[in-house]
């Protein structure tokens, strides 16, 4: 059983439009994680989030993403406006302090046409 | 920034052999080294980790090996099935930051019945 469930599995939309990947954690996690995996490569880190606030970002981590919890409890991926190569498969991943490892989300497919 | 470095990108093996999958690290602060399994169209789950006060660790049909001092460490499967098939990533971290990882390019491990 996952840790943390994504919606939507897979999301399919058009080059310039806005996107919006959902993580949402079965308990009270603390720090949050997004990874993303281009079809057939490696997992790349994206993002942490720890208290409310971006802890860590990486280069791909642009101004065309952004990430929040807005309700305390979801916690989401924004990308302002896509572009073909933003698609791949986007993982939230959870840890429950900052020593013990991530977990994984099932994933969401982000298809940009 | 940390780079790992992971080989072979293929491994084939016949069931019951063993297949060692080996990476290297770059960062001398790493000192925690995730191994995770992913099958197609799945998440990445994590099926062994080491962290850097030890050398080896075991796990039934799976063992890590580290040397700090060469910054390797390799994933041992021993008597593979034909379920071990899958991409095998390595991974490299910072303990107290364990849930942000560099991630090898992968070892699509293919066990021939």
């Known amino acids: 059983e996952p840790e943390v469930t994504q919606t939507p599995s897979h999301q399919v939309t058009q080059m310039g439009q806005e996107v919006i990947l959902r993580c949402v954690p079965i308990?009270?996690?603390?720090?949050f994680y997004w990874y993303r995996q281009i079809l057939g490569q490696k997992v790349e880190f994206l993002v942490s989030f720890y208290n409310n606030e971006i802890s860590e970002k990486s280069e791909i981590f642009d101004d065309q993403f952004s990430v929040e919890r807005p309700d305390g409890s979801n916690f989401t991926l924004k990308i302002r406006s896509t572009k073909l190569e933003d698609s791949a498969m986007y993982f939230c991943a959870r840890t429950g302090d900052m020593n013990t490892e991530a977990f994984f989300g099932q994933g969401t497919r982000l298809t940009v046409v | 920034g940390e780079n790992v470095e992971q080989h072979p990108s293929t491994l084939s093996v016949q069931e019951g052999d063993s297949a060692v999958i080996k990476c290297t690290y770059s960062d001398s602060a790493s000192n925690y080294f995730p191994w995770y399994k992913q099958e197609l169209g799945k998440r990445p789950q994590l099926i062994i980790d080491i962290r850097s006060n030890v050398g080896e660790k075991k796990d039934q049909r799976i063992a890590v090996t580290l040397n700090k001092t060469a910054k390797h460490f390799s994933l041992h499967i021993t008597e593979t099935q034909p379920e071990d098939s899958a991409v095998y990533f390595c991974a490299a971290s910072i303990m107290t930051n364990a849930g942000k990882s560099t991630f090898g390019d992968g070892t699509t491990l293919t066990v021939k019945p």
């Open positions: 308990s009270n996690h603390l720090y």
